[in-house]
């Protein structure tokens, strides 16, 4: 079944190499996400947002190292996007128990709450 | 292969002429970035839709670029990659510019979901899966539960209210000119790094030959002679083997089978030994199975620090979120004496 | 037992060597190793510094650092007796440890050797039995003295003074100039840790400051010397620059009259350890601290002025006397320098109220008297008198503590009188009335014949006669002032009134002010002073800080003892001059047996006067020191030998000094006894008048410290304040454009550090376009 789903969709057909011109078109959507993410990282004011534009931007990284991987015929970039993974989900974990630390102390989610890092 | 693009290549520039107008690429980056910078929240009137439609049309005017160039070389995308890019390009549009956050992770499900459909067509299903499972099923319902916990209404009457935080993006002009200016320079890259560096090698499956030489079709079907039961169960599904015939593993324990020559030797039962071979296209490496001989290989160290990196992002969360009550000296003592005179009461009442 | 066997068997060792290299022309007699024990002489007192320590950390409150000092030096005087009994005219050498050691090549010159080793001769000896005898009684006197002050302050004293000990044997009994240098400046820093002992009386921390400062510049001068000595002769060590064969050579030429063929920089050596001499030991034109150090507990200045610190110069010179030789002028300029110096502080004591500054004026004329006769070639004059003036000197400024102790403070002689008269001073009375008579020259007394043998001899030597006469006028003015203080305050009506210290820190009385001594003096005038032995009653009103009257202690037992056996010694001191009198005496021998001695070619007098006996007995050591023994640069000494106007100096001296002694007491006794009825006035003061503005100028001390002052602090202070200026618009202008450029910068883009987060991430996504942007362009 798996297969099926995968002869279908997949582009041509594995392990042959994808053509640059392709890699170009992922590569592209990769770095127009990434685009995305920054700017609303950039300029959300809401911490949760914020984290989850940075997930965005991990997202836009996987898809680029995965089409990097496919173009080259090496398995390293699919095993490093599942690091890649591993520490998102650290950093959400961490980040999302951070968010909660802050919230309680303020009530509030805004990054601007928390200017006192001036020097 | 035009006659212009080898006089452009022995000049050393690079090909983006051949592809797009840079004018025009950064009219159009522009385009999408002034959309992006549009579709941001803000206060007052909001022309979020006007942005949307103008991002979308710089995003669509490079992709239709791209696919122009592309099909003069011959090299189509698989259609549901339009199907997947944009829907996480809109959907990540959304994350970024919707003003409520729940709707903002759902449509980072959304993002998820298309993602994992691209990684699909790039036969990488099992990081597509991965990611619908570590992230739509793990990460996002974390987000979840965290904007529940942390966005709550004042009150019943204004349940719809938007914090001013949220209502309201900060500097969308700077912002969007940053990411943007990134975008270009990072497409100009793209547009121009991408190809043929040497003349021959644009055929396809040949774009990198130094990289290329470790993954090919011949490496990928050695790690057959690493897979003894993928091997005998899928000859006996092509009924190439019988059920009481088994592979011969030769003195150092190899198995004896040739992945390119498609064959590999049985023993029958009583005890005679033939060669099987296989048709072409059979008995192929899937890539969950190479990417798992590739992670445990080549990375174990990168597992096991990885694991420890989830446990003490584990522990760091546990402790972070904890409860933490502060209370004074004065404070311990007034708890002391109430949790004091309460058990003296119970004990009161217990002996009346 | 082990260490006596030892000791035997070194002693008769070295006794076969004397045998064995007798004639062996090495200044300071046979070199043979000495016994082990005697490190136990510097030992002691770092017994006693360890315990005063440990007394300071556990607080002891009782006189335990006291006692433990006394046993220690009394410890260490009892080995030094021992190593005088068992050193029988040689020189031995101790080496403790290797101490410093470093080669920079294989030639001569080029190694350098300090050991931690002992050079204990006569000479060595005869300072040695003084410094840990002396330095014992006076510790005894110190723990009464000091006992108002017990505990940590006590504890501090006693581990200072037992330090002081331990840097004084250093000094004398070092093998090296390096480890002199050491006890040197370790003499230097215990008298300003004892000088400025009351460190909360800013009079104190100044006078403390004045001593060590003074003393550096005459450091300066010996550690030049020190170097010097090494660059030339490429040795520091004693036994080897004595042995060494330049210095011999130099020697015969100083025998053959060639001095000018000495080369400049051995001449350079004596002069620079002149300097620190002079330094150490309060000459002109370094002496100003000694009369201020006065702010330091008395047993400190007994301790300093007279026996040990300030002869370090005296021994310095008589150490390396041979060294002395080699220059022309380096003994000339020490008789000059000592002989004014003698004369100047003669005059300033004349004029002086505080009777503790006035024995300090008269130590620093008895050093030059010292100097002096080192100067005309008389070691042994200027070692007795170095060895009779420990004795008196400790006597005097013992008593003066005493009083000082007594009479809560009071140092005034105008308001002091008659003490022999009251109950419990009759002890320190007589003390100081033998202390007296040994400082003015009383015939027959010690301080009698050691001054008279320095004067003859200084007459004797041609071309010094002015010195002589210098000497002998110094001497008049010395007895005058010495019984000016005996007359006034220990006879003649009684009279006293208390210091501004009811018995508290001993000497508050700054005396850093004359304005102080002129408002007691018209005091004195306004209430009269016919008031009869009570007049304190008086004062009352004046001193109405006390609760009540005022009743001076007389001194307990400790300080009754150490003043009866300083007196008594005193007294004896003169007896040895009758022992070995060939020698001048037994110091005389003690010094013909070191390095410090020298025959003058013009002694004949005295050998002839003698007997034939003399060169006989002595042939040997003659022999040994023959190369300088011959003369200081004069082949016909003899023919030329200075007469006292026409007679025999050393035989007319002995009336002459006396008669001068007496002119000097009578003029005491009748300007400031006979007819006095009041402490505050005496027949002087009626005279005074007549000399015009000079006792003034005596009594601000010839205003040299206002000299010193206009010469070296004013042109200082101008230059200072001018390179205050510099260093500040300049020096500092710049380190400061350095300090305000950064904060400049920084204040243009501090704004850039918000704190907000946004602004940060926009300044990385910016910074990272821009990079990526700036690649493309450069790199395309």
């Not at chain 3, 031995?92 to 090549?105: A, L, N, P, Y």
């Not at chain 3, 000197?393 to 809560?408: N, W």
Request: aromatic share 10%; hydrophobic share 50%; with cysteine.
């Amino acid at each position: 079944m798996m297969d099926v789903i995968a002869s279908t969709l997949a582009q041509s057909g594995w392990p042959e190499a994808m053509p640059a011109p392709t890699l170009a078109h992922y590569l592209f959507v990769s770095v127009a996400m990434f685009a995305i993410g920054l700017v609303g990282f950039l300029t959300r004011r809401n911490l949760i947002i914020m984290f989850l534009c940075t997930e965005l931007m991990f997202q836009a990284a996987g898809i680029a190292l995965v089409a990097f991987g496919r173009y080259h015929l090496d398995y390293n970039g699919q095993t490093f996007v599942i690091f890649v993974v591993t520490v998102a989900a650290a950093e959400a974990a961490l980040a999302l128990a951070l968010v909660v630390l802050l919230f309680r102390k303020r009530e509030s989610l805004s990054a601007d709450e928390w200017a006192e890092m001036r020097g | 292969m035009g006659v212009a693009d080898r006089t452009l290549r022995s000049q050393g520039r690079p090909l983006l002429n051949a592809i797009i107008n840079p004018i025009a690429l950064y009219l159009l980056i522009a385009l999408a970035g002034v959309g992006v910078c549009l579709a941001l929240p803000r206060k007052g009137p909001s022309p979020q839709a006007l942005g949307g439609l103008l991002a979308a049309a710089g995003f669509g005017g490079l992709v239709l670029a791209l696919t122009l160039w592309a099909n003069e070389s011959g090299a189509i995308p698989n259609p549901y990659f339009y199907v997947f890019g944009l829907v996480a390009l809109g959907a990540g549009l959304r994350v970024v510019t919707h003003p409520r956050p729940v709707y903002a992770a759902l449509y980072f499900i959304l993002v998820v979901l298309a993602s994992a459909g691209l990684l699909l067509i790039l036969s990488a299903e099992f990081m597509a899966f991965a990611m619908i499972i570590v992230y739509a099923g793990a990460i996002l319902i974390t987000y979840l539960f965290v904007i529940m916990l942390a966005t709550q209404a004042p009150s019943e009457d204004m349940i719809d209210a938007l914090a001013d935080y949220d209502r309201q993006s900060r500097e969308p002009v700077g912002a969007a000119v940053a990411g943007f200016v990134l975008l270009a320079a990072m497409t100009t890259l793209l547009f121009r790094g991408i190809g043929p560096t040497e003349a021959g090698d644009h055929a396809p499956g040949h774009g990198a030959p130094a990289l290329v030489a470790k993954n090919d079709a011949s490496a990928d079907a050695a790690l057959l002679l690493r897979l003894p039961g993928k091997v005998e169960t899928e000859l006996r599904e092509l009924g190439l083997m019988e059920h009481d015939e088994a592979l011969v593993r030769d003195a150092s324990g190899a198995l004896m089978l040739d992945p390119v020559a498609r064959e590999a030797v049985v023993v029958e039962p009583d005890g005679t030994t033939r060669v099987v071979s296989w048709p072409e296209g059979e008995l192929n490496v899937q890539n969950i199975e190479g990417l798992g001989f590739n992670l445990l290989d080549e990375h174990p160290g990168s597992i096991e620090i990885a694991g420890v990196i989830l446990l003490m992002a584990m522990l760091g969360a546990v402790v972070l979120s904890r409860k933490q009550v502060e209370m004074d000296e004065e404070a311990k003592a007034r708890q002391a004496r109430r949790l004091s005179a309460e058990l003296q009461a119970t004990a009161v009442e217990r002996r009346s | 037992m082990a260490i006596e066997l030892q000791q035997l068997v070194q002693v008769v060792a070295g006794a076969m060597a004397l045998g064995a290299d007798a004639g062996a022309p090495i200044a300071g007699g046979h070199v043979s190793p000495g016994p082990a024990w005697a490190m136990l002489i510097p030992a002691l007192p770092l017994l006693g510094v360890l315990i005063a320590m440990f007394a300071a950390i556990f607080r002891v409150k009782s006189k335990l650092p006291a006692y433990a000092a006394v046993a220690c030096l009394g410890a260490a005087f009892v080995v030094t007796v021992a190593l005088w009994r068992q050193l029988g005219g040689g020189t031995q050498v101790i080496h403790g440890w290797d101490w410093i050691r470093f080669s920079w090549g294989p030639g001569e010159g080029q190694t350098f050797i300090a050991n931690f080793g002992l050079y204990v001769d006569s000479l060595t000896c005869l300072w040695m039995l003084f410094v840990t005898g002396l330095a014992t009684l006076i510790a005894l006197y110190a723990s009464e003295y000091m006992s108002h002050d017990q505990g940590t302050g006590y504890c501090r004293f006693f581990a200072a003074f037992c330090l002081f000990v331990l840097s004084m044997t250093c000094l004398v009994m070092a093998d090296n100039m390096i480890l002199l240098y050491l006890g040197w400046e370790g003499v230097g820093l215990c008298s300003y840790l004892l000088i400025g002992y009351f460190y909360k009386k800013p009079s104190a921390v100044a006078a403390a400051k004045k001593a060590f400062i003074m003393n550096r510049i005459g450091d300066l001068g010996l550690a030049l010397g020190v170097m010097l000595t090494f660059v030339h002769f490429g040795t520091i060590e004693y036994v080897q620059l004595f042995a060494s064969e330049r210095l011999q050579e130099y020697l015969a030429l100083v025998g053959e009259g060639r001095l000018s063929e000495i080369p400049l920089q051995a001449q350079l050596i004596p002069v620079l350890l002149m300097i620190g001499a002079f330094g150490k030991s309060a000459q002109l034109p370094l002496y100003v601290w000694l009369p201020d150090a006065m702010e330091g507990p008395t047993p400190v200045s007994a301790l300093i002025h007279a026996a040990t610190m300030v002869t370090a110069g005296v021994f310095l010179i008589a150490r390396t006397f041979p060294v002395f030789v080699l220059s022309e002028w380096a003994l000339p300029v020490v008789a000059w320098v000592g002989a004014l110096t003698a004369l100047l502080a003669a005059t300033i004591g004349m004029a002086q109220f505080d009777i503790k500054r006035i024995m300090a004026y008269s130590t620093v004329s008895q050093l030059g008297y010292m100097f002096a006769g080192l100067g005309v070639l008389t070691t042994t004059g200027a070692a007795f008198h170095v060895f009779t003036h420990a004795f008196f000197k400790a006597t005097l400024f013992l008593c003066c503590g005493a009083v000082m102790h007594g009479m809560a403070g009071q140092l005034d002689l105008r308001k002091l009188s008659g003490l022999m008269k009251v109950p419990g001073w009759r002890i320190v009375s007589l003390a100081m009335l033998v202390g007296c008579l040994n400082l003015a020259g009383f015939p027959f007394t010690a301080g009698f014949f050691s001054k008279d043998m320095i004067i003859a001899e200084s007459f004797v030597t041609p071309g010094y006669g002015a010195i002589g006469w210098i000497l002998l006028i110094t001497a008049g003015l010395t007895a005058y002032y010495t019984f000016r203080v005996f007359f006034r305050v220990f006879v003649g009506p009684v009279h006293y009134e208390a210091g501004d210290e009811a018995h508290g820190h001993d000497d508050a009385h700054a005396h850093d002010a004359h304005g102080h001594d002129a408002h007691h003096a018209a005091h004195g005038d306004a209430h009269g002073h016919d008031h009869g032995a009570h007049s304190h009653d008086a004062h009352g009103a004046h001193d109405d800080h006390h609760a009540g009257e005022f009743h001076p202690h007389a001194p307990g037992w400790a300080i009754n003892t150490v003043l009866t056996v300083l007196a008594v010694a005193s007294i004896l001191a003169a007896g040895v001059y009758f022992v070995n009198k060939p020698d001048h005496g037994w110091v005389g021998s003690m010094v013909h047996d070191s390095t410090a001695h020298y025959v003058s070619p013009f002694a004949h007098h005295e050998a002839a006067a003698d007997g034939a006996g003399h060169d006989a007995a002595h042939g040997h050591a003659a022999d040994g020191h023959g190369e300088h023994a011959t003369g200081h640069g004069d082949e016909h000494a003899a023919a030329h030998a200075g007469t006292f106007l026409g007679m025999n100096p050393h035989e007319v001296m002995y009336y002459v000094s006396g008669v001068v002694g007496f002119l000097g007491i009578g003029a005491a006794f009748g300007l400031h006894y006979l007819g006095r009825t009041t402490a505050a006035r005496s027949k002087a003061d009626d005279l005074l008048p007549l000399l015009g503005p000079i006792p003034r100028w005596a009594q601000n001390k010839w205003y040299v410290d206002e000299l010193y002052d206009f010469l070296v602090r004013i042109p200082l202070w101008v230059a200072s304040h001018i390179l205050h200026v510099i260093d500040k618009l300049l020096v500092d202008g710049l380190v400061n454009l350095f300090g305000w450029l950064p904060r400049a910068f920084g204040s243009i883009v501090r704004p850039s550090q918000s704190g907000v987060l946004h602004q940060y991430a926009l300044g990385m996504a910016g910074g990272l376009a821009v990079l990526m942007v700036i690649v493309l362009v450069v790199l395309r």
